[in-house]
């Protein structure tokens, strides 16, 4: 399996643009995360999914953070407005029987969103 | 709400050394307790995971072990190498919601 895929490795954007991050998770991963990681606050869940349903958004900041999961194989997170305070790297992650604590979580190589 | 802190912030060694990396955490209602390790401009990669009823686990040079009832855990990394050189994150999963807390992380430099 070729791991956690995330796009855009990098983005830039300008204040008040909308922001569109996507992972693909590893097949067969009932579990995916949405991470941020700055130097300040280190890295934060924001959201996390089982079988496509939100189950958890309470780390989301704010009403201009939304995340979806159409299917098994796809998930974007979305940010409209974006904001400079929003810069960070956003990981995606994802784990097969995570509620047992049995599993790891297998980390995507993150996106990092600089907002101007 | 859980906290998990880990000392020290950075560490700076010698290639052949043992050393130890330190993680504590203030709620000990756990599933378990992972170490990663994350290089600079990457993702992190899992290096051990200790479920709660456990006390240590091991790979390689690598050996983690846990006090759940003191809210600590610790990470020996044995001759280390400069390949060793990464950050070295802590994150526990309560039993509470099932998050996943991490720590900020001990920098290690090993120096060869």
């Known amino acids: 399996d070729a791991g956690v895929i995330q796009s855009p490795r990098h983005e830039v954007t300008e204040m008040g643009q909308e922001v569109t991050l996507r992972c693909k998770p590893i097949?067969?991963?009932?579990?995916l995360f949405w991470y941020r990681q700055t130097m300040m606050r280190g890295l934060e869940l924001l959201i996390y999914?089982?079988?496509?349903?939100?189950?958890?958004d309470s780390g989301m900041p704010e009403d201009r953070f939304s995340a979806k999961m159409p299917n098994a194989s796809f998930s974007t997170l979305k940010i409209q407005p974006s904001e400079p305070r929003d810069s960070a790297v956003y990981f995606c992650a994802s784990s097969l029987k995570y509620w047992a604590g049995l599993e790891t979580q297998y980390f995507g190589p993150g996106t990092r969103l600089l907002v101007l | 709400k859980q906290e998990v802190t880990q000392i020290p912030a950075a560490l700076s060694v010698p290639e052949g050394e043992n050393l130890v990396l330190n993680c504590s955490f203030t709620d000990s209602a756990i599933y378990n307790l992972q170490w990663f390790r994350q290089d600079p401009g990457k993702g992190l990669t899992s290096l051990l995971l200790?479920?709660?009823?456990?006390r240590e686990q091991t790979s390689g040079r690598l050996n983690a072990s846990l006090d759940k009832s003191s809210g600590r855990s610790t990470l020996y990394i044995a001759a280390s190498q400069p390949g060793d050189s990464a950050t070295y994150l802590c994150?526990?999963?309560?039993?509470?919601?099932?998050?996943?807390?991490f720590g900020a992380g001990t920098r290690l430099f090993v120096k060869a």
């Open positions: 200790i479920q709660s009823s456990q």
């Open positions: 994150a526990v999963m309560g039993t509470g919601g099932f998050k996943t807390i």
């Open positions: 999914f089982n079988n496509n349903v939100p189950i958890d």
């Open positions: 097949s067969g991963h009932d579990y």
